[in-house]
């Protein structure tokens, strides 16, 4: 199994641009999140699902849009990208059941914006 | 809303002692989950220990123990026979046991764990 895996690694964006960050999850999770990490903190989850065609919003979700077609996939879109957005993105997944699931995460995307 | 707070920004242990991190949490919940995850420079997130709120033994994983004091919302980590290759940055986070909000991971801001030869 991969497992949580993320594509690009790293990217560079000019002010304005758009791009499309891709998580796949192999594991059949029903959950699937997305947090960013700022340098020196922890991570705040952007959006969430629950399971395909369900998603919602976590504590820091402006700016941008996710969508939900199936169980494998979780792309995040960030519509026009500002240098506020820099950071490191992290997608992850868990079984449904208790909340004491583990969370696996994927590797991460490193986004510059310029 | 629950917050994650951990107070050593930076931590250093000689190789083969034993470290202790700390996290304290604030919750008005009684039913909870505890984690600690480790990032190394690769930047993945890899669970270390976790801990449910209703046991009150402590986890342990290996070298890896929790000290989780509730009445004192207090859950630390504890490293025995620190290794060059648990040198990262290690995060503590909070999930809710219950309702709509036991979907996310609160965490703290990290704690950067230098282990020297």
């Known amino acids: 199994n991969a497992g949580v895996t993320q594509t690009p690694k790293f990217r560079i964006l000019k002010i304005g641009q758009s791009m499309t960050l891709q998580c796949t999850q192999d594991m059949n999770h029903n959950y699937m999140y997305w947090y960013r990490q700022d340098p020196g903190m922890g991570l705040k989850l952007i959006y969430y699902?629950?399971?395909?065609?369900?998603?919602d919003k976590g504590e820091v979700p402006n700016g941008y849009n996710v969508s939900r077609s199936t169980t494998e996939d979780f792309p995040l879109r960030l519509e026009l990208a500002a240098p506020s957005q820099t950071s490191v993105y992290f997608c992850?997944?868990?079984?449904?059941?208790?909340?004491?699931?583990?969370?696996?995460f994927g590797p991460g995307t490193r986004l510059l914006v310029l | 809303a629950q917050t994650v707070t951990q107070s050593q920004p930076e931590m250093s242990v000689q190789e083969a002692e034993t470290v202790t991190l700390s996290c304290t949490y604030d919750t008005s919940e009684s039913d909870y989950y505890l984690f600690w995850y480790k990032q190394p420079p690769s930047r993945q997130m890899i669970l270390v220990i976790r801990q449910e709120a209703y046991k009150q033994q402590n986890a342990t994983e290996n070298r890896f123990s929790v000290n989780f004091q509730k009445a004192a919302k207090s859950f630390s980590l504890k490293i025995s026979d620190s290794q060059l290759g648990d040198a990262a940055m290690y995060f503590c986070?909070?999930?809710?046991?219950?309702?709509?909000?036991?979907?996310?991971?609160?965490f703290g801001k990290g704690t950067l764990l230098t282990v020297n030869p």
């Open positions: 992850a997944s868990r079984e449904a059941g208790g909340p004491g699931e583990t969370q696996y």
């Open positions: 699902s629950v399971g395909a065609g369900i998603t």
């Open positions: 986070a909070y999930r809710s046991g219950s309702g709509g909000s036991n979907y996310k991971l609160t």
